[in-house]
T-cell receptor, first 115, second 113 residues
């Protein structure tokens, strides 16, 4: 069964450094998402992406964040200058459709630790 | 604003006993409702979802949930717990039929032998 994959599974970085989290969505999916979960808190929506542009973003998704689909398979989340509070599990998701027919499939997550 | 409240961050049940995980939602429009499960070191997997129609929704692994509009609830049940059900369960809502999912805080289900 096709699945969403994410790399790396764990990343440790120093505050102020740039990180890129990578995702490979399911191949025929058209809608892409990033969510994050700070330890002990809710899974929170960050951004949705369709047709090579951002569809919606949350207030968390400030200028330090960017997303890109550099080729036909990868979907990346970049954090330009990491802060301690960016430490979280980051989930990528993809779906073929929106609405009633749409189901978001999630990857296993990347655990980011900012020191 | 839409939101989801899950009662109990940890629930323990004995193997073979009824599983009941509680979820209440707040939505100004008819919601789509979901339950996701996360096994250790894995991603979020959709258990079941309610969109329209029948209010009792059956999902994978013997789970089901009932949409009760009058109670704004979407509780998850399974008649007989199995050790493999130990995981974290997330109730979620999609407002306005758009694509953003709003999650609850999650309930970790422990199965006692």
């Amino acid at each position: 069964e096709p699945e969403v994959t994410q790399t790396p599974s764990h990343q440790v970085t120093q505050m102020g450094q740039e990180v890129i989290l990578r995702c490979v969505p399911i191949s025929n999916h058209l809608y892409f998402y990033w969510y994050r979960q700070i330890l002990g808190q809710k899974v929170e929506f960050l951004v949705s992406f369709y047709n090579n542009e951002i569809s919606e973003k949350s207030e968390i998704f400030d200028d330090q964040f960017s997303v890109e689909r550099p080729d036909g398979s990868n979907f990346t989340l970049k954090i330009r200058s990491t802060k301690l509070e960016d430490s979280a599990m980051y989930f990528c998701a993809s779906s073929r459709f929106l609405g009633v027919q749409g189901t978001q499939y999630f990857g296993p997550g990347t655990r980011l630790l900012v020191l | 604003a839409q939101s989801v409240t899950q009662l109990g961050s940890h629930v323990s049940v004995s193997e073979g006993a009824l599983v009941l995980l509680r979820c209440n939602y707040s939505s100004s429009v008819p919601p789509y409702l979901f339950w996701y499960v996360q096994y250790p070191n894995q991603g979020l997997q959709l258990l079941l979802k309610y969109t329209t129609g029948a209010t009792l929704v059956k999902g994978i692994n013997g789970f089901e949930a009932e949409f009760k509009k009058s109670e704004t609830s979407f509780h998850l049940t399974k008649p007989s717990a199995h050790m493999s059900d130990a995981a974290e369960y997330f109730c979620a809502v999609t407002p306005n039929r758009d694509d953003k999912i709003i999650f609850g805080k999650g309930t970790r289900l422990h199965i006692l032998p």
